[in-house]
């Protein structure tokens, strides 16, 4: 993965663990993105047929945190266009 992408990828990271939600589903879809890409970083064999989940997840975590934690959606957003641009 380039320097870029790995950097928006832990940037990411960063914002999920940030976010300390009170309530338990929004915690759970928090735990269950941050374990996808921790699998994604963490594969030295990743295969890019991988990425288009990993964007679906990231997409929706977008639709659900819009409107309650505008850092982590502005994180996210950043995440999918890196990825995106480097044309995954």
Do not use: C
């Not at 047929?49 to 850092?71: K, M, R, T, V, Y």
């Not at 959606?73 to 950043?78: M, S, W």
């Amino acid at each position: 993965m380039d320097d870029k992408r790995q950097r928006t990828i832990e940037s990411l990271q960063r914002e999920l663990q940030a976010v300390q939600p009170a309530n338990p589903m929004v915690k759970e879809h928090i735990d269950r993105l941050n374990n996808e890409l921790n699998q994604y970083v963490s594969d030295p064999n990743r295969s890019p047929d991988n990425l288009p989940a990993l964007q679906n997840s990231i997409q929706e975590a977008i639709e659900s945190f819009e409107g309650h934690h505008p850092n982590l959606t502005e994180a996210l957003r950043v995440a999918i266009n890196t990825l995106v641009n480097a044309g995954i």
